[in-house]
Nanobody, 125 residues
C-alpha cells in the first residue's frame, strides 16, 4: 500500500514536499516514483528512485527543480521535493512502485505494479 501526503496550494516560485509511505511489503528490489495527471491529460512520469542503488531519474520538465529521495530505516518513505513550482506543475500526483531495477521502462505508467491514491498540487500564478 502506498499512501501519499504533502500536497496543497502554493504560488508560483514556491516549494512543496510530497511524501509516500510504502507499507505492507519490503521496498527492496523496487523502483519508487512519482507520476502526475492533469484533467484531460495522460498520466506522466515525474521522477523515480531505485531503492537498492539510490539512482534517480527525472523527466525533462522537472529536472533541476525537483528532487526525489528515499528514507530507509524501516520507514520505507519516498519524498519529492518540489522547488520553483510553476502553474504547469498543477496536477494530481501519484506515488508508484515497480518491481525491478531502474531502467528505460520505469517511466511508463503501464509498467507500474502499485499506485497510491494521489495528492493534489495546485500552483497559482
Amino acid at each position: 500500500q502506498l499512501v501519499e501526503s504533502g500536497g496543497g496550494s502554493v504560488q508560483a516560485g514556491g516549494s512543496l514536499r510530497l511524501s509516500c509511505v510504502a507499507s505492507g511489503r519490503a521496498t527492496d528490489n523496487y523502483v519508487l516514483g512519482w507520476f502526475r495527471q492533469s484533467p484531460g491529460k495522460d498520466r506522466e512520469f515525474v521522477a523515480a528512485v531505485d531503492w537498492n542503488s539510490d539512482m534517480a531519474e527525472y523527466s525533462d520538465s522537472v529536472a533541476g527543480r525537483f528532487t526525489i529521495s528515499r528514507r530507509d530505516n524501516a520507514k520505507n518513505t519516498v519524498y519529492l521535493q518540489m522547488n520553483i513550482l510553476k502553474p504547469e506543475d498543477t496536477a494530481l500526483y501519484f506515488c508508484s512502485a515497480r518491481y525491478g531495477p531502474l531502467n528505460k521502462y520505469s517511466k511508463y505508467s503501464y509498467n507500474i505494479n502499485f499506485w497510491g491514491q494521489g495528492t493534489q498540487v495546485t500552483v497559482s500564478s
